[in-house]
């Protein structure tokens, strides 16, 4: 059977992208993020997943106000990087696996979770950004990406928006799911997007460390009673773009704890503000 063996938690921040696609990693302002993920780099390399389930969200741009699924599973052999109003990111093409996909999706439907079935998807910055974070990315022309990836897209940008509990909740059906796969995959779930940040209003460029502190405590040890957080106490405290942060339980809640198993690891946890207008939260969870 398929097992999850560990969940990955990160922000998605665009201008992270262009700080590595522009070669400018080492610039002082840049620096010390991308230190702080030199563990994860050399993790992901260890723990050599098989997939990865990669919660994030669309960001108008595989979907428009002509089409807004709250729940979205790519189900495509693979995914073009899209261009995002300056072009593409030079990034690989993301290579999907439509059958784990599709298993995935028939367990949860059937859990009772309404899906959206996605075969054919460009991906924006919510999902290569975490992928470049953790990977690395030497010249596009001797680079992949190292396994395959399904992307999960959750609509965190038009109201309403899905709650926290029940991107909770539908973390413990893709473990289920996941766990009922009948092949021996070595499968990672990440949740991406947040920490705190607003990007328009009168907010603009809010951050708030002590909410955002306080959430990566609760994450690791209290998931279930974060998870009934009410979504205007995003708005208010982490800023409107903040609300990113519920995919994260989508990953949480596929962590064995949440039904009875022992308590994650902790492997690696990480905070920096700023990247562009965002405070960058990262966190490694080893499933037992
Ligand atoms: C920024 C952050 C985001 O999550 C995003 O999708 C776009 C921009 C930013 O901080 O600039
Ligand atoms: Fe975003």
């Not at 400018?24 to 997943?49: D, I």
């Not at 897209?153 to 799911?177: D, E, T």
Request: charged letters at 20%; a negative charge; hydrophobic letters at 45%.
């Amino acid at each position: 059977m398929a097992r999850i063996a560990a969940s990955v938690y990160t922000s998605h921040v665009p201008a992270i992208g262009v700080a590595i696609d522009q070669g400018r990693t080492a610039e002082p302002y840049w620096q010390p993020l991308f230190k702080g993920y030199e563990f994860s780099r050399e993790w992901m390399k260890r723990s050599a997943p098989d997939v990865i389930f990669l919660v994030y969200n669309d960001h108008a741009t595989a979907f428009s106000l002509d089409m807004i699924p709250t729940f979205a599973i790519g189900t495509a052999a693979e995914f073009a990087p899209a261009d995002e109003g300056y072009g593409a990111r030079p990034v690989p093409k993301v290579i999907g696996h439509p059958e784990l996909a599709a298993h995935i999706a028939q367990s949860v439907i059937q859990d009772d979770f309404d899906l959206t079935i996605v075969n054919k998807m460009d991906v924006d910055h919510g999902l290569t950004v975490p992928l470049s974070l953790m990977c690395g990315q030497p010249p596009l022309s001797d680079f992949k990406w190292p396994c395959p990836v399904i992307p999960f897209a959750v609509n965190v940008v038009q109201y309403p928006v899905p709650s926290g509990r029940r991107c909770f909740m539908l973390g413990q059906a893709v473990r289920r799911a996941i766990e009922s796969y009948d092949e021996p995959l070595n499968v990672h779930i990440w949740g991406t997007g947040g920490m705190s940040h607003q990007l328009q209003g009168a907010r603009a460029g809010l951050i708030n460390k002590a909410f955002d502190t306080d959430f990566l405590d609760r994450l690791i040890a209290d998931p279930e009673g974060l998870s009934r957080m009410p979504h205007i106490d995003y708005v208010r405290e982490a800023g409107s773009e903040g609300i990113e942060l519920v995919m994260w339980f989508i990953a949480r809640g596929a962590m064995g704890d949440v039904d009875g198993g022992a308590a994650p690891t902790v492997r690696h946890r990480f905070y920096h503000v700023p990247a562009s207008n965002t405070a960058v939260g990262h966190l490694i969870l080893e499933n037992h």
